[in-house]
């Protein structure tokens, strides 16, 4: 429990709520990108072996997630989102820091992302965080450019 009565949970198959709150972001990412632009897990996808992923509750209640991809030099942060009325609240941190630790347990020390060119609070966010931008990593890096030409690509050393 932290401030705001905030929990994060592990969730290990697309629940109701998983679905909903994939469902809201992707409504939130179609907005301002193309399909081909779009990079997100497939509800499916989300729950393999190598992926680890999380709801966070606020005072019990569906308030976003995240999930962390686990390779073989390095993590990547999956379908991180938090609800627009809820956000400020210190759940996207929360969300994070329980990524972070996730991947610190598994041995890796470099964690990654990709978020969109117009996702600007999300850009923001990660460079509050410590993230800082790099150059397209795989699968990315193998993409054609128009698919990526939305991309902004991040790291962070933990």
């Known amino acids: 429990m932290t401030e705001h009565g905030i929990e ?12 909903v709150l994939v469902e809201e972001l992707e409504a939130e990412l179609a907005a301002l990108y193309s399909a081909e632009q ?7 996808a989300i729950f393999q072996p190598h992926i680890r992923f ?7 209640a569906a308030a976003g997630c995240g999930g962390v991809a686990f390779f073989r030099d390095f993590a990547e942060v999956k379908r991180m989102y938090v609800r627009k009325e809820l956000r400020g609240l210190g759940i996207a ?3 994070l820091a329980r990524l972070e630790a996730e991947t610190r347990a598994r041995g890796l020390r470099l964690l990654r992302l990709e978020t969109g060119t117009e996702s600007f609070a ?5 460079a509050r965080m410590g993230f800082h931008e790099c150059d397209a990593f795989e699968p990315y890096a193998a993409m054609a450019p128009h698919n990526v030409s939305a991309s902004a690509f991040y ?4």
């Open 93 to 95: 941190p929360a969300i």
């Open 155 to 158: 790291e962070k050393t933990l």
């Open 54 to 60: 999380f709801v966070a509750r606020c005072d019990g």
């Open 8 to 19: 994060i949970e592990a969730v290990t198959a697309p629940t109701e709520e998983v679905r």
């Open 122 to 126: 999300a850009q923001r966010f990660y």
């Open 38 to 44: 779009r990079h997100g897990l497939a509800l499916d």
